[in-house]
């Protein structure tokens, strides 16, 4: 495995993951056209304007040539009033072949750490109610609830718990 920055020539592949891993753990939940209309942010053009963006930072996993994962951290998005600097970890995505492999634990190593230098005292996520397993890694790391926001997929709307990290108290899991 290689865990890299991702750059602007990564785009592509980027939104790929992004619909594969997305559709791969939650298609399954929603009608197609809801997930056809979520989906369709996942452009090439939206991934390469995020990744000549300085204010987002993308770490990409790759296994024999292959994207694997990815997170990207970004200003902050969700309706939430932050007690201070903060960042937002916008996606967060192992594909289900490299789940257990390590890999997720290198990546929120990396989150964590990005986040602190680039002065954020706090890292906010969303995360769906029901994703028991990413929502008990996020609780290893000492992610704390703060609150619900709907997360839209298409007309749908999902209830996401909103978590917060305090930086200072940060762990690498």
Known sequence: ?????????????LAALGRQSFTETFGHLYRPDDLAAFLAHHTDERWAEELADPAYAVRIVEAEGEAIAYAKIGPRSLPFEPRGPSIELRQFYVLAP???SGIAAKLMAWVIAEAKARGAQDLYLSVFIDNHRARR???????EYVGDYDFMVGNHADVDHVMRLSLEDAHAG
């Open 98 to 100: 490299w789940h257990g």
């Open 1 to 13: 495995m290689k865990m890299r920055d991702a750059g602007p020539d990564d785009a592509a592949r």
């Open 137 to 143: 890694f996020y609780a290893r790391y000492g992610f």
